[in-house]
């Protein structure tokens, strides 16, 4: 038997319904923020990731489906969002039509990792962008989108971790401070952190095998070396995270695992141990040299990614209810053949009118039939009877009272309308 590969999954039952839900959501608060749609390619050009997520990420170094097509051309699978977003702002010069650009996706991603809870090797992937504003309300609103998305799909014990680079200036002292601290203890680091060390230190702080490591604990903190222009920075974030009623903590030890990002950095936190290391659901921060490091022009960007995997992984650890239970307006019944033609009819014209409706196709007994409408949740049945069609009237049962009675078919639509 074929089955499927490892750390995929289907989406299928209660899951399906809930993965709706849950996208039904996102798109709610999109909407209600003012962000557009956008839909990037599956693959893109393989250096779009290795210049944009960095040469000396996790995802890039180890993580990455990589091939080429019949052509040569050298491709890869997105692994993250943001890349792909920029790619398409600049190709399609959308800072030239608007000062300020919002938009959000949802899409599949891929990154060749070991599969667990709520993280598999292909994985939907939800996020927000703003570009155009190097405004700290803007940090403020990014951060506040999936506190309040979670909120609405009723996940409580939020925590936003929150922490900043700081601007150029500011990184490259701390990479000082950081080389001077790391470099007599690299002995005790692992091998893949003595490479980080030549190419980008910082790197080392977001390890997943030296996370707990005591060196990396007792190295400098990057929001002390915060200039005064960052430090007034962060400081305006954080009195705007205060006025939109959002909890948060400053931790010094948020860096997150991409080279883009500057300035702003965070994670959203919910405390079930079940979600294992940090217990992240959400993280972003600012990127504002991205844009122009793939040849855009200087624009400033802040942006958030929330993988849907550990979403619902978190909506059923905490049983929550979240998509209602399949439920069907109308199931309509019948005997013979005459009987059966009609219920094609009238099953086409319930829907057509907006109405969920179904019909028995496996020439079921009248009791099956019966059986089978309880199984859809439906809330009426029409049971079709040749002698009742004549007089153009339907037999209408309320299925959750059992009431029953014989309505003109011309009067059906309204009173369904009635009562759904």
Do not use: W
């Not at 960052?230 to 009195?239: A, C």
């Not at 490091?293 to 624009?299: F, I, K, R, T, W």
Request: net charge negative; aromatic share 10%; hydrophobic share 35%.
């Amino acid at each position: 038997m074929i089955t499927k590969p490892k750390g995929t999954y289907d989406v299928l039952g209660a899951n399906a319904r809930n993965y709706n839900y849950v996208e039904e959501v996102v798109k709610t608060f999109a909407n209600l923020y003012n962000y557009d749609y956008i839909r990037t390619p599956i693959f893109e050009s393989r250096e779009l990731f290795h210049r944009g997520v960095g040469e000396t990420t996790d995802i890039v170094t180890k993580e990455t489906y990589d091939f080429q097509d019949k052509k040569g051309r050298d491709l890869t699978l997105r692994p993250e969002g943001t890349a792909g977003v920029v790619r398409s702002y600049i190709e399609n010069k959308l800072y030239g039509s608007n000062d300020l650009t919002k938009l959000y996706y949802f899409g599949t991603m891929y990154r060749y990792e070991r599969p667990q809870a709520g993280r598999n090797r292909e994985f939907t992937q939800f996020g927000m962008e703003v570009l155009g504003s190097n405004d700290p309300s803007v940090d403020a609103e990014i951060i506040s989108l999936p506190v309040r998305i979670f909120e609405a799909l009723g996940i409580k014990n939020l925590k936003v971790k929150i922490n900043s680079l700081g601007d150029k200036e500011s990184r490259e002292n701390y990479s000082k401070a950081l080389t001077s601290y790391l470099e007599p203890h690299l002995k005790d680091l692992c091998s893949d952190c003595e490479a980080r060390f030549k190419k980008n230190p910082l790197r080392i702080l977001d390890c997943k095998v030296d996370g707990e490591n005591e060196v990396i604990k007792n190295a400098p903190k990057v929001i002390d070396y915060l200039n005064e222009e960052s430090k007034e920075r962060f400081n305006k974030v954080l009195s705007y995270l205060d006025e939109l009623d959002i909890d948060y903590e400053v931790d010094a030890n948020v860096v997150r695992g991409l080279d883009y990002y500057d300035h702003t950095v965070f994670e959203i936190v919910c405390d079930i141990k079940e979600l294992g290391t940090g217990n992240v659901l959400a993280g972003g921060g600012r990127y504002n040299s991205l844009v122009k490091n793939l040849d855009g022009p200087e624009v400033p960007a802040m942006g958030f990614a929330c993988g849907l995997e550990r979403v619902l992984f978190t909506i059923d650890t905490l049983e929550l209810k979240c998509a209602d239970e399949r439920s069907l307006d109308v199931f309509i019944l019948y005997v013979n053949d005459e009987e059966k033609r009609h219920a094609m009819y009238l099953t086409q014209e319930l829907r057509l009118n907006g109405f969920s409706a179904e019909m028995d196709y496996l020439e079921k007994s009248l009791k099956n039939q019966f059986k089978e409408a309880d199984k859809y949740n439906a809330k009426y049945l029409i049971i079709l009877n040749s002698e009742d069609l004549k007089e153009g009237m339907l037999e209408l049962k309320d299925n959750l009272t059992k009431e029953k009675k014989k309505v003109k078919e011309i009067n059906l639509i309204d009173e369904l309308d009635g009562n759904l």
